[in-house]
């Protein structure tokens, strides 16, 4: 991180905190901001109507004539400050900021302006030291400062936020609370709400270090103290003399680095350090662990659950250029039917640029027109999306079924995509292929336009070796078998594909891995081709259609449901593997999602 150079400990820092009822603060704020940028100080004040918290560094000079601005409030007249000297200027920038809470609580009642614990001042505690007297020493600081450094013989608190400290505080020792206590922290500040809170939870005898380490540094030095002082700065660290120390801090984790530490090659700094480096392969397994916990609690409730405006783009192709819309409606979704259409064009739910347009309007190539579906509830489907692997270009997820791949017909935000797009936003995830709705498995998204110019080729050109699990009814009489039947490239009424002679060439190949007892059977299969539905039209083809798919089933008969309901039986057809390559090379990997149970 840069700093600004200066001559050798030119450069004065000063610290100072005052629990006093403030008012105005905005304009408060205003005066003190102006006043640093002229003087060109740096560092933070915080205002809050509890108080002034503040760390500021510069010119000496500079900062002395800050301090005497300061003391003109009468608010702040008896402001005390302490001070050390710096090589480098600590902060980057002046900030004043408005806070509920000069240092975060979270905890009501407790007010220092009108009562806190007694301070205890640095010299007499170190008589104490001194006189082996018989005392507590807590250390309420978060644990990583605590590990550069603490008074001898001291208890850390245990948090790693100072919010955290009155479920500390429960859990001490009830014969704590009969013994003299003296808190301590860097500045005071701590000190200040800690004491009235536990003396509140029963402890008789609480003392607190007046001014903190730091005050004790400047005023006794380094006796019975071992280490250094973590500081809130870019010193990170100051020793009892309050000379800037070598420590290091990690912006990743937050621990502290000795010099030695800090030629780890696990140190990159802001990236990682040797308290927190992993594995490449452990972190991926870290992010795909939260953004799981993320998708658990973007889907609790389902996004589709409260109503919504569901509104859903039709665009003209340009076969379709110069038809009315009806036509065009009627053409693109002939299982809805021209009077549903007819109707909802009158209802004014077929739109143009956000206007009602009339069912006999002519349509025009490269127009979209907006469907909107009013104050939708979706139907509920199987959230439970598992992220698998995800690295800068791709992201690989175990769909569930049944869950739609993207927004159609009756599903919006009910959807892998929406959903994941709540995950990763910004980001614009994109889809490389597609699953029906009811087969579950895995799915590979690319994260970025160039690694989708990459992949999807891939399966658009049937480079992509695919390889699923299905359970079907019957037993086959061959262990190996192939399909080669033609496929309509017009689905029905219902929306549905079939064999058709002067379809498109199709192929599927199927491999017996288990015969059951109840007459059904496990299959390995592998298309060939990528048709629509291909799979399942050739089962339902062969004779041996997939157990639960409610549109392909026995006797050579078809269904009229295309998405199964949430809590019907599974349709038992599973995207197993997906064997691509990721750069668009002669590299392949190989992506795998668990075997659901019904083929275990």
Known sequence: MS???VPAQSILNVAAYKFVALSDLPDLRATLLAALKSLGLKGTILL???????FLAGEPDAVRAMIDRLHSFPEFADLEFKESLSDHQPF????????????AFGVDGIDPAHRTSPKLPAKQLREWLDQGREVTLLDVRNDYEVALGTFENATPIGVDHFRDFPDAVAKLPEEAKDRPLVMFCTGGIRCEKAGPLMQREGFKEVYQLEGGILKYFEEVGGAHY??????FDQRVAVAPNLEETDTELCYACQATL????QQSPHYVPSVSCPHCYKPEDQQIIDQCQKRNQAILAATDPLPGSTPQDNIRPICVSEKCDGLALIDLLDRAHPHVGRDVWQARCDAGLLRLEGEPVDGQQTVAVGQRYQHVIPAEIEPDVNPAIEILYEDAAIVVANKPAPLPMHPSGRFNRNTLTSILKTVYHPEQLRIAHRLDANTSGVVVLSRSKAAARQIQPQFESGKVKKTYLARVHGHPTGDSFECNAAISAVPTQAGLRT?????QASATRFEVLK???DGTTLLQVTPLTGRTNQIRVHLWHLGFPIV???????DGKLGETQTLAVDAPTMCLHAWKLQFSPAGNDETVEMSAPQPAWAN
């Open 515 to 517: 015969r059951l007892d």
């Open 548 to 554: 639960g798919d409610p549109a392909y089933l026995t």
């Open 226 to 231: 071992q280490g250094d002082c973590f500081v």
């Open 92 to 103: 980057n920038r002046a900030l004043v900021r408005l806070k509920r809470e000069i240092i």
């Open 499 to 503: 064999i058709d002679e002067a379809g």
């Open 3 to 5: 700093t600004t150079s």
């Open 258 to 261: 000795t010099l030695e530490e």
């Open 48 to 54: 809050s109507p509890e108080g002034i918290n503040l």
